[in-house]
Nanobody
């Protein structure tokens, strides 16, 4: 079992930055692909970014060049640095752990409780 706890969300003006963190406990963190997803009201959960066990990263087109995912296996933590935030980035952001290198939420086994990110115009 893996427990994931996100933090770092909040209210920010358009153009601002936030850094989300997700701390994992339980089984060996380094064996998992870690992903960030988000869900806006009335919309489906969507892929944002992922980082594989070897450090390979993938981003959604909508965040490419603005967001950066990274991981620190010594701290069991994955980060999402978000720069140039836009009002359309407003959502609950979730981190997830899985054994597959995928952008599909259903292939992730463990999820955090989510952290709210609100971007004002």
């Amino acid at each position: 079992q893996v427990q994931l706890v996100e933090s770092g969300g909040g209210l920010v003006q358009a153009g601002g930055s936030l850094r989300l963190s997700c701390v994992a406990s339980g089984r060996t963190f380094s064996t998992y692909t870690m992903g960030w997803f988000r869900q806006a009201p009335g919309k489906e959960r969507e892929f944002v970014a992922r980082i594989s066990r070897s450090g390979i990263t993938t981003y959604a087109d909508s965040v490419k060049g603005r967001f950066t995912i990274s991981r620190d296996n010594a701290k069991n933590t994955v980060y999402l640095q978000m720069n140039g935030l836009k009002p359309e980035d407003t959502a609950v952001f979730y981190c997830a752990a899985g054994t597959y290198d995928s952008t599909w939420p259903r292939l992730y086994d463990y999820w955090g409780q989510g952290t709210q990110v609100t971007v004002s115009s």
